[in-house]
Nanobody, 120 residues
Framework: QVQLVESGGGLVQPGGSLRLSCAAS????????MGWYRQAPGKERELVAR???????NYADSVKGRFTMSRDYASNTVYLQMGSLEPGDTGVYYC??????????????WGQGTLVTVSS
């Protein structure tokens, strides 16, 4: 079985930065398209950033200019660099992706989530 694994969450003060990562739990899998989502306490899960075929991610209005998605091709890891964090950014962050290797393809996998808490 293969999973997506997020990491990098934690407690940070307002104005601080965090970098989240997302990768397959087994080597050899390629992440094709993916998105970052978050769910604040008592709220529905919302889109934060999503990759596109053109390579330029789309971002939610609430995070534009503050969050940046990037990729490390060598490790096949996708990152979400979060800066100028605000209390409203608090929530559990999830990655969602289509992945494949030479033998299998998985569509719409979700990671387990990583908690980001922005607080003084």
């Amino acid at each position: 079985q293969v999973q997506l694994v997020e990491s990098g969450g934690g407690l940070v003060q307002p104005g601080g930065s965090l970098r989240l990562s997302c990768a397959a739990s087994r080597s050899g899998f390629t992440i094709h398209t993916m998105g970052w989502y978050r769910q604040a306490p008592g709220k529905e899960r919302e889109l934060v950033a999503r990759s596109t075929l053109g390579g330029t991610p789309n971002y939610a209005d609430s995070v534009k200019g503050r969050f940046t998605m990037s990729r490390d091709y060598a490790s096949n890891t996708v990152y979400l660099q979060m800066g100028s964090l605000e209390p409203g950014d608090t929530g559990v962050y999830y990655c969602n992706a289509d992945i494949s290797n030479s033998y299998s393809r998985y569509l719409g996998l979700w990671g387990q989530g990583t908690l980001v808490t922005v607080s003084s």
